[in-house]
């Protein structure tokens, strides 16, 4: 099964990866794993103010800082993955990338460090599930 694990470095990332490792008859090292982020742009006047390259950089040491500790992580556990990231809104971001790899099977944690929190689940988590037919497995 080809599985997307949404991540965002938040204790629910945690939870979800120790979900996905003390859960080896559903995540067993034969699915293929792509970890993915997905970072929010800088508003356009910092874009413009820093220029193109520097905000290029800022995301993709952002993103890798969420990225390189899921990765040690799953390497240990025998789970080989993929890494992925784009700069965008990131339940948008999720969903599309998601759709456009033809992922089979959505991971998320229910919340992360949005400053804004749904009653029942993050925003991000409501956005994908709004915008993607794929089957989600939020883990709270």
Request: proline letters at 4%; glycine letters at 8%.
């Given at each position: 099964?080809?599985?997307?694990?949404?991540?965002?470095?938040?204790?629910?990332?945690?939870?979800?990866?120790?979900?996905?490792?003390?859960?080896?008859?559903?995540?067993?090292?034969?699915?293929?794993?792509?970890?993915?982020t997905?970072?929010?742009?800088?508003?356009?006047?910092?874009?413009?103010?820093?220029?193109?390259?520097?905000?290029?950089?800022?995301?993709?040491?952002?993103?890798?800082?969420?990225?390189?500790?899921?990765?040690?992580?799953?390497?240990?556990?025998?789970?080989?993955?993929?890494?992925a990231?784009?700069?965008?809104?990131?339940?948008?971001?999720?969903?599309?990338?998601?759709?456009?790899?033809?992922?089979?099977?959505?991971?998320?944690?229910?919340?992360?460090?949005?400053?804004?929190?749904?009653?029942?689940?993050?925003?991000?988590?409501?956005?994908?599930?709004?915008?993607?037919?794929?089957p989600?497995?939020?883990?709270?």
């Open positions: 099964m080809k599985i997307l694990l949404a991540l965002d470095g938040s204790k629910y990332t945690k939870k979800m990866l120790a979900y996905i490792i003390t859960h080896p008859e559903l995540f067993g090292v034969d699915n293929d794993f792509t970890a993915f997905a970072h929010t742009p800088l508003p356009p006047r910092a874009c413009a103010a820093v220029g193109k390259d520097i905000a290029d950089n800022y995301h993709a040491l952002e993103c890798e800082k969420v990225l390189a500790p899921v990765a040690k992580f799953l390497v240990r556990h025998n789970i080989n993955a993929q890494s990231w784009k700069v965008g809104m990131p339940g948008e971001a999720i969903a599309k990338f998601a759709e456009d790899g033809k992922f089979e099977l959505i991971v998320i944690g229910s919340h992360g460090h949005g400053a804004l929190r749904g009653l029942l689940m993050g925003s991000v988590v409501s956005k994908v599930i709004a915008l993607t037919d794929i989600t497995l939020i883990v709270r």
